[in-house]
């Protein structure tokens, strides 16, 4: 063979090689009956800023507990001050003219903690019981619970009618043992309410990864058909709960759509059917993708997930297990390996770095 022709089939080769290659590098497309992916590595998904569980954090979850154990004292020898939980009447108006939403009766609150607009509970600080007076207000802006008052100064009229002082129990090994209902000690208290706290922590991060994975994920796939058994399965399953509520409630089905959901029984067959359909394609999207890259769940891992998302809801991992079936404790366990193997193989960018 002479040298050119060496050279010619050298450079041919060379060719198929290079078109094999960039073939390998195209999104990898699969499809079953149901659905075709087009392309499910190397999304691209936001990064997450993960949450952190500090020891203020702790801190702060055992005081809101402590909270709920306070008692109150009513006071009528002294003026309100921040830390008293008062009880007011009161009406704004701006302008001289009273607005939606601007009037109470019987309100309770606490000085201090910051639950209205700047400068109310300030304003009710130094009053005693029965007075009547006018605290200046401006409204922030932007005001989320009602555009329309943004900005705005207003003058709320109060009258003081309670004025409670609130003490809170001492946090030692007497109270967290009456929390438990069990023999404990604060040290171990905390550890408790750490670990809880880091398991929230995780299902939420894996919840916002979730998010951001099927987002992308759901715009490189095509829907054939919807399976109808499965849709007309997890239909009847969420009728079934909804209906259980309602007995529960001792209300007709149609009275608690009505309201609690706020709509009649025709639209919510709508809205259940909307999601269901959404719920069903992204299943029949993660098993294939399961399928196709031999991702499986074993035993233990079930179990790993049945306890993290017990503890995250503060519960047994055998009452979790009584809210699932064997097969949706591993569903859910294999969708959230999944969902983290489709993390790994993504594009994960920063916000600083979109913004470049």
Sequence with gaps: MNNKRKQALAAGVCMIAAVSLLAGCGPKEIENDYVKINGYTDLEVSEITETEVTDETVDSQIEQIRQNYATYTEITDRAAQEGDMVTIDYSGAIDGVAFDGGTASGQQLELGAGGYIDGFEDGIVGHTTGETFDVNTTFPDPYENNPDLAGKDAVFTITLTKIEEVSLPELNDEFVTMVKGEDTTVDDYKKEIRDILESQAEVQDQT?????????????????????????????????????????????????????????????????????????????????????????????????????????????????????????????????????????????????????
């Design 208 to 356: 916002q990864r979730q998010t951001e994975i099927v987002d992308a994920l759901m715009e490189n796939v095509e829907l054939k058909e919807y399976p109808e058994d499965k849709v007309e399965e997890y239909t009847s399953l969420m009728k079934e709960q909804y209906q259980q509520i309602a007995t529960s409630l001792n209300m007709e089905y149609a009275d608690f759509l009505e309201q609690y959901m706020g709509m009649d029984e025709e639209a919510f067959n709508e809205e259940i059917d909307t999601q269901v359909k959404e719920y069903v394609k992204q299943q029949e999207v993660l098993d294939l993708i399961a399928g196709e890259e031999n991702i499986t769940v074993s035993d233990d891992e079930i179990d790993e997930w049945v306890e993290q998302n017990a503890q995250a809801q503060q519960m047994t991992a055998d009452e979790l297990k009584e809210q699932y079936s064997e097969d949706e404790l591993k569903e859910q366990a294999l969708n959230e390996k999944v969902i983290s193997w489709l993390w790994d193989e993504a594009k994960v960018t920063s916000e600083s770095s979109d913004n470049e």
